[in-house]
Protein backbone atom coordinates (compact mmCIF):
# COMPACT_ATOMS: atom_id res chain seq x y z
CA UNK A 1 0.00 0.00 0.00
CA UNK A 2 1.36 3.72 -1.25
CA UNK A 3 2.19 6.10 1.79
CA UNK A 4 -0.22 8.96 1.19
CA UNK A 5 2.40 11.16 3.16
CA UNK A 6 5.47 9.67 0.52
CA UNK A 7 4.05 12.32 -1.70
CA UNK A 8 2.97 15.25 0.44
CA UNK A 9 5.30 18.28 0.44
CA UNK A 10 7.30 18.88 3.58
CA UNK A 11 6.23 21.99 5.52
CA UNK A 12 9.63 23.27 4.50
CA UNK A 13 8.89 22.86 0.56
CA UNK A 14 5.51 24.28 1.46
CA UNK A 15 6.88 27.43 3.11
CA UNK A 16 9.61 27.51 -0.28
CA UNK A 17 6.63 27.47 -2.37
CA UNK A 18 4.30 30.06 -0.30
CA UNK A 19 7.87 32.53 -0.81
CA UNK A 20 7.83 32.06 -4.47
CA UNK A 21 4.62 32.72 -4.88
CA UNK A 22 4.95 35.98 -3.36
CA UNK A 23 8.16 37.23 -4.24
CA UNK A 24 7.31 36.68 -8.05
CA UNK A 25 3.82 39.06 -7.18
CA UNK A 26 6.10 41.43 -5.42
CA UNK A 27 8.46 41.51 -8.40
CA UNK A 28 5.25 41.74 -10.72
CA UNK A 29 3.19 44.23 -8.62
CA UNK A 30 6.29 46.49 -8.13
CA UNK A 31 4.23 47.21 -4.97
CA UNK A 32 5.33 50.69 -3.56
CA UNK A 33 5.77 49.56 -0.16
CA UNK A 34 7.66 46.82 -0.41
CA UNK A 35 10.88 48.94 -0.20
CA UNK A 36 9.76 50.57 3.07
CA UNK A 37 8.43 47.39 4.80
CA UNK A 38 12.71 46.14 4.19
CA UNK A 39 13.98 49.32 5.13
CA UNK A 40 11.69 48.68 8.69
CA UNK A 41 13.07 45.13 9.23
CA UNK A 42 16.51 47.24 9.99
CA UNK A 43 18.43 47.56 6.68
CA UNK A 44 20.26 50.48 6.30
CA UNK A 45 18.44 52.56 3.61
CA UNK A 46 22.43 53.25 1.70
CA UNK A 47 22.93 49.67 1.52
CA UNK A 48 19.43 48.89 -0.23
CA UNK A 49 19.46 51.78 -2.58
CA UNK A 50 23.31 49.76 -3.41
CA UNK A 51 21.10 46.57 -4.46
CA UNK A 52 19.39 45.54 -7.34
CA UNK A 53 15.61 46.75 -7.11
CA UNK A 54 14.42 43.30 -7.68
CA UNK A 55 16.30 41.67 -4.56
CA UNK A 56 14.70 44.15 -2.49
CA UNK A 57 11.04 44.02 -3.71
CA UNK A 58 11.19 39.74 -3.56
CA UNK A 59 12.86 40.10 0.20
CA UNK A 60 10.93 39.14 3.41
CA UNK A 61 13.04 38.82 6.66
CA UNK A 62 12.86 40.51 10.41
CA UNK A 63 16.02 42.07 10.22
CA UNK A 64 19.52 42.87 8.84
CA UNK A 65 21.79 40.14 10.23
CA UNK A 66 24.64 40.80 8.24
CA UNK A 67 24.87 44.44 10.09
CA UNK A 68 25.35 43.10 13.36
CA UNK A 69 28.45 40.40 12.02
CA UNK A 70 32.22 41.32 11.86
CA UNK A 71 32.88 39.76 8.66
CA UNK A 72 35.64 40.84 6.61
CA UNK A 73 37.50 40.40 3.60
CA UNK A 74 38.60 37.07 2.41
CA UNK A 75 36.44 35.38 5.13
CA UNK A 76 33.43 32.31 3.93
CA UNK A 77 29.84 33.03 4.57
CA UNK A 78 27.04 30.47 4.68
CA UNK A 79 23.71 31.87 4.34
CA UNK A 80 20.48 29.87 5.50
CA UNK A 81 17.47 30.07 3.27
CA UNK A 82 19.08 32.82 1.16
CA UNK A 83 15.42 33.53 -0.72
CA UNK A 84 16.14 36.18 -3.24
CA UNK A 85 19.65 36.96 -2.62
CA UNK A 86 19.08 40.54 -0.74
CA UNK A 87 21.49 39.12 1.97
CA UNK A 88 23.62 37.31 0.23
CA UNK A 89 24.80 40.50 -1.84
CA UNK A 90 25.43 42.27 1.21
CA UNK A 91 27.64 40.10 2.82
CA UNK A 92 29.26 39.81 -0.77
CA UNK A 93 30.24 43.47 -0.74
CA UNK A 94 31.86 42.56 3.08
CA UNK A 95 33.89 39.41 2.17
CA UNK A 96 34.87 41.58 -0.90
CA UNK A 97 37.04 39.27 -4.27
CA UNK A 98 38.83 36.93 -2.09
CA UNK A 99 35.63 35.97 0.16
CA UNK A 100 33.19 33.40 -0.41
CA UNK A 101 29.38 33.53 -0.13
CA UNK A 102 27.24 29.98 -0.07
CA UNK A 103 23.30 30.98 -0.21
CA UNK A 104 21.37 27.78 0.64
CA UNK A 105 17.76 27.38 0.31
CA UNK A 106 14.62 24.48 -0.19
CA UNK A 107 13.58 26.11 -3.18
CA UNK A 108 15.04 25.91 -6.76
CA UNK A 109 12.93 28.69 -7.94
CA UNK A 110 13.94 30.98 -4.92
CA UNK A 111 17.51 30.03 -6.26
CA UNK A 112 16.90 31.10 -9.71
CA UNK A 113 15.86 34.52 -8.53
CA UNK A 114 18.66 34.71 -6.41
CA UNK A 115 21.00 33.71 -9.15
CA UNK A 116 19.27 36.59 -11.29
CA UNK A 117 20.11 39.00 -8.60
CA UNK A 118 23.46 38.19 -7.63
CA UNK A 119 24.22 38.69 -11.28
CA UNK A 120 22.63 42.15 -11.60
CA UNK A 121 24.55 42.63 -8.70
CA UNK A 122 27.81 41.57 -10.61
CA UNK A 123 29.06 39.33 -7.93
CA UNK A 124 28.58 36.11 -9.60
CA UNK A 125 32.11 35.36 -8.97
CA UNK A 126 32.15 35.44 -5.06
CA UNK A 127 28.46 33.48 -4.46
CA UNK A 128 27.59 30.12 -4.84
CA UNK A 129 23.99 28.64 -4.80
CA UNK A 130 23.15 25.26 -3.59
CA UNK A 131 19.39 23.61 -2.99
CA UNK A 132 19.02 22.24 0.28
CA UNK A 133 17.54 22.32 3.37
CA UNK A 134 18.30 23.84 6.46
CA UNK A 135 18.28 20.97 8.82
CA UNK A 136 20.92 19.23 6.74
CA UNK A 137 23.14 21.83 4.62
CA UNK A 138 24.66 20.59 1.83
CA UNK A 139 28.10 21.85 2.56
CA UNK A 140 31.24 20.48 4.37
CA UNK A 141 32.47 20.28 7.86
CA UNK A 142 34.29 23.72 9.33
CA UNK A 143 33.88 25.82 5.94
CA UNK A 144 32.43 28.81 7.06
CA UNK A 145 33.69 32.30 9.18
CA UNK A 146 30.23 33.43 9.34
CA UNK A 147 26.50 31.65 9.08
CA UNK A 148 23.64 34.19 8.84
CA UNK A 149 19.65 33.60 8.56
CA UNK A 150 16.93 36.29 8.23
CA UNK A 151 13.46 34.73 9.63
CA UNK A 152 13.68 31.18 7.81
CA UNK A 153 14.42 28.87 11.50
CA UNK A 154 11.27 29.41 12.53
CA UNK A 155 9.99 27.74 9.43
CA UNK A 156 11.71 24.38 10.62
CA UNK A 157 9.84 21.83 12.10
CA UNK A 158 13.42 20.44 13.34
CA UNK A 159 14.75 23.65 14.56
CA UNK A 160 17.18 21.06 16.50
CA UNK A 161 18.57 19.88 13.50
CA UNK A 162 19.29 23.40 12.29
CA UNK A 163 21.60 24.60 15.35
CA UNK A 164 23.72 21.25 14.93
CA UNK A 165 24.38 22.03 10.99
CA UNK A 166 25.17 25.71 12.09
CA UNK A 167 27.82 24.21 14.70
CA UNK A 168 28.94 21.45 11.80
CA UNK A 169 29.59 24.00 9.11
CA UNK A 170 31.18 26.92 11.42
CA UNK A 171 35.20 27.06 11.59
CA UNK A 172 36.29 26.45 15.53
CA UNK A 173 35.60 30.30 16.21
CA UNK A 174 33.51 30.87 13.90
CA UNK A 175 30.49 32.63 14.42
CA UNK A 176 26.25 32.93 13.56
CA UNK A 177 24.08 35.96 13.56
CA UNK A 178 20.52 34.96 13.44
CA UNK A 179 17.98 37.44 12.57
CA UNK A 180 13.86 35.75 13.74
CA UNK A 181 10.71 35.34 15.03
CA UNK A 182 10.04 34.49 18.76
CA UNK A 183 6.88 33.85 20.11
CA UNK A 184 4.54 33.26 23.53
CA UNK A 185 1.20 32.51 24.62
CA UNK A 186 -0.52 32.20 20.84
CA UNK A 187 -3.40 32.17 20.26
CA UNK A 188 -5.25 28.55 18.65
CA UNK A 189 -6.59 30.44 15.91
CA UNK A 190 -2.95 30.78 14.63
CA UNK A 191 -1.47 27.51 15.24
CA UNK A 192 -3.95 25.95 12.99
CA UNK A 193 -3.03 27.69 9.62
CA UNK A 194 -0.27 26.17 7.71
CA UNK A 195 -0.10 29.68 6.28
CA UNK A 196 0.60 31.26 9.15
CA UNK A 197 3.43 29.11 9.48
CA UNK A 198 5.09 29.49 6.27
CA UNK A 199 4.70 33.49 6.69
CA UNK A 200 6.97 32.89 10.39
CA UNK A 201 4.68 33.10 12.65
CA UNK A 202 2.79 29.77 13.94
CA UNK A 203 6.01 28.22 13.65
CA UNK A 204 7.58 30.75 16.18
CA UNK A 205 8.78 29.32 19.30
CA UNK A 206 9.41 31.19 23.23
CA UNK A 207 12.83 33.00 23.38
CA UNK A 208 14.03 30.78 26.04
CA UNK A 209 13.11 27.49 24.08
CA UNK A 210 15.28 29.22 20.89
CA UNK A 211 18.18 30.00 23.18
CA UNK A 212 18.53 26.43 24.52
CA UNK A 213 18.08 24.75 21.24
CA UNK A 214 21.34 26.82 20.43
CA UNK A 215 23.24 25.81 23.56
CA UNK A 216 22.07 22.22 23.64
CA UNK A 217 23.99 22.07 20.19
CA UNK A 218 27.00 22.94 21.48
CA UNK A 219 27.23 26.84 20.04
CA UNK A 220 28.68 29.11 22.63
CA UNK A 221 27.25 32.26 24.76
CA UNK A 222 24.06 32.78 22.75
CA UNK A 223 23.77 36.63 23.37
CA UNK A 224 20.40 38.19 21.94
CA UNK A 225 21.91 41.99 21.03
CA UNK A 226 18.68 43.24 19.51
CA UNK A 227 14.77 43.07 20.63
CA UNK A 228 11.71 44.49 19.00
CA UNK A 229 8.49 43.39 20.77
CA UNK A 230 5.45 44.03 18.40
CA UNK A 231 2.37 46.41 19.61
CA UNK A 232 -0.84 46.33 17.89
CA UNK A 233 0.69 48.39 15.20
CA UNK A 234 3.72 46.73 14.48
CA UNK A 235 1.73 43.52 14.51
CA UNK A 236 -0.85 44.98 11.80
CA UNK A 237 2.07 46.25 9.85
CA UNK A 238 3.99 42.99 9.79
CA UNK A 239 0.65 40.90 8.81
CA UNK A 240 -0.26 43.85 5.91
CA UNK A 241 3.43 44.87 4.82
CA UNK A 242 6.04 43.12 6.07
CA UNK A 243 5.26 39.15 5.35
CA UNK A 244 3.61 37.81 2.25
CA UNK A 245 0.00 36.52 3.99
CA UNK A 246 -2.99 35.67 1.76
CA UNK A 247 -5.29 37.86 4.30
CA UNK A 248 -8.40 37.14 2.21
CA UNK A 249 -7.75 32.89 1.98
CA UNK A 250 -7.50 33.17 5.71
CA UNK A 251 -10.62 35.45 6.66
CA UNK A 252 -12.75 33.17 4.38
CA UNK A 253 -11.90 30.16 6.01
CA UNK A 254 -12.57 31.79 9.73
CA UNK A 255 -15.70 33.11 7.90
CA UNK A 256 -14.85 36.85 8.73
CA UNK A 257 -13.70 39.74 6.69
CA UNK A 258 -10.17 40.92 5.53
CA UNK A 259 -10.46 43.58 8.19
CA UNK A 260 -11.36 41.50 11.04
CA UNK A 261 -8.58 39.19 10.90
CA UNK A 262 -6.68 42.08 10.96
CA UNK A 263 -8.14 43.71 13.73
CA UNK A 264 -7.87 40.26 15.55
CA UNK A 265 -4.53 40.18 14.78
CA UNK A 266 -3.44 42.92 16.03
CA UNK A 267 -5.55 42.45 19.44
CA UNK A 268 -4.68 38.96 19.79
CA UNK A 269 -0.84 39.08 18.63
CA UNK A 270 0.33 42.19 20.39
CA UNK A 271 2.93 41.38 22.64
CA UNK A 272 2.96 37.92 22.13
CA UNK A 273 5.77 38.18 19.03
CA UNK A 274 9.23 39.30 19.10
CA UNK A 275 11.73 40.33 16.55
CA UNK A 276 15.32 39.42 17.96
CA UNK A 277 19.12 39.26 16.46
CA UNK A 278 20.77 36.10 18.10
CA UNK A 279 24.61 36.04 18.10
CA UNK A 280 26.22 31.78 18.88
CA UNK A 281 29.37 31.39 18.28
CA UNK A 282 31.20 27.75 18.14
CA UNK A 283 33.92 26.85 20.04
CA UNK A 284 37.52 26.93 19.41
CA UNK A 285 38.00 22.79 19.60
Not at 21 to 49: F, H
Request: glycine share 8%.
Amino acid sequence: MSNPSASRPSPTQESGDFYVKAAKSRAANRCCGTPDAVSASGYDEAALANAPEEAVQASFGCGDPVAFTRMGPGETVIDLGCGAGLDLIMAAERVGPEGRVIGIDASADMLALARKNVLRAGLADQVQLLEGTIEALPVGNQVADWVISNCVINLATDKAAVFQEIRRVLKPGGQAVISDLVADDLPDWVSAHQDLYSACISGAVPEHTYLALARDAGLQSPEVIGRLVYDEALVRGLITDALPLPLDEIASRLAITRQELIDMAGRDLAGCITSIKLRIARDRA
